[in-house]
């Protein structure tokens, strides 16, 4: 089995804490979240970013990734 977890805008702020945490202590293999809720939770770009330091990310997809090319006002944060 390949755990997978998404991470979305939706989400209430304490089901993020958790997911946030779980993804800390390495739980999932696989985690989905829209560019929107990269560049809006200081807590998801902190945890990367830390990981990263740690060499503990293989990978990381941008989905939607043909939409840069446009720099459409569609998804201003890709801009960000």
Do not use: C, T
């Not at 809720?37 to 902190?46: R, T």
């Not at 830390?50 to 990978?59: A, G, N, Q, S």
């Amino acid at each position: 089995d390949i755990s997978a977890v998404s991470l979305s805008g939706e989400m209430p702020f304490q089901r993020e804490k958790e997911l946030l945490r779980n993804m800390a202590k390495l739980k999932y293999k696989i985690v989905y979240f829209s560019v929107e809720k990269f560049v809006n939770s200081s807590g998801l770009i902190a945890l990367l970013e830390k990981m990263d330091e740690y060499r503990l990310i293989e990978r990381l997809v941008i989905d939607e990734a043909h939409l840069i090319s446009h720099w459409s006002d569609f998804r201003p944060e890709y801009r960000e």
